[in-house]
């Protein structure tokens, strides 16, 4: 499955690159002979692109290298760098044709449009267009970040092509020349979309939150599970496109044997990476099975529900033999949350002095 989805992104990439040439050609002959900048720098954009996809095929090969001892997680992640170089890549060109756009705003040259030129603009968006949705739909279909990116590319690139005929059409209606502003224009537009590639690149890089419906789906699935009383601590690790490694913690009765954790904790496991393409361990959280202990869980219940920074709490158990209170807290990021685990305990403490607490906060990871 893997090696079909490397054929999908290198046979899309390929596209792209035969695509782009053919426009860089087109667009430097007409930009040369009507001598207008903003055909050429539309032409350097699309060179730029075909780069791009030159870029997303070496870093998919690189990315589909089997793990080693020395990277054991594989290098999926290097297709976020592949985006990476992309969004500079886009981000030079912009630079350069701004550069290059305000040299032609101070220095104005006679443009030359004719029916010829119109007709290759119009030619290149409805190209870039087509460009656009296939990388697009390729890149949906392959989970690849590097295909989505240049389809945005491409998609920015088609209405810097209708600036440029806007730019012609002034030119032929009215002797107006308008070229070195839609170049100006052009480039901050591909500027912001290099901004914004790179933005999205760096995310996975840096860890980000997971999906909360993804979230949802997957405690729910957990959760039908007999003898899972509760599904916490869900945890995501994304090594790149569809290589993730998890955790998530199950609340299960006190009184189940390891034999019977042990298969249970199996299946939950085998699940989640057939259904979710998950590698996942499972941890345990005991639930006291008997009723001693309920009035004590209903007033944490109710001192954690006084406590609007305070998300959710579980875990919640109580070692009778060592006077011992245990329960996990999940507190909003903005909050204080020693603060506010000191002031739950402390609560605990005046209702239940006998006790000793042990409490952990826990990181808002998923929703």
Sequence with gaps: MKNEREREIVKASFVGIAGNMLLVAFKLVVGLLSNSIAIILDAVNNATDALSSIVTIVGTKIAGMRPNRRHPFGYGRIEYLT???????????GALSLRESIDKIIHPAQTNYTALTITVIVVAIIAKIFIG????????????QA???S??????????????????????????????????LISLVVIKAGLEVLADALGPIIGEREDDELGRKIEDYVNSFPGVCGTYDLLLDNF????TIGSVHIEVPDDLSAREIHELTRQITLGLFDKFNIVATVGIYAENTTGQFAPMRAELNRIVKNEPKVLQTHGFYVDE???????????DFKADDDAIRDAVVAAMREKYPAYDYNVIVDTDYEG
């Design 83 to 93: 985006s990476v170089i992309i969004a500079i890549i886009i981000l030079v060109a």
């Design 151 to 184: 389809g945005i590319d491409s998609n920015y690139d088609a209405v810097l092509s209708a600036g440029t005929l806007v730019v012609a059409i002034v030119q032929l209606a009215w002797n107006v020349n308008i070229d070195g502003i839609v170049g100006l």
């Design 321 to 331: 033999a060592n006077k011992t209170v245990y329960f996990d807290l999940v507190i």
């Design 147 to 149: 295909l989505i990116a």
């Design 133 to 144: 949705v296939y990388f697009k739909r390729a890149g949906d279909k392959t989970n690849s």
């Design 240 to 243: 790149g496109p569809n290589e």
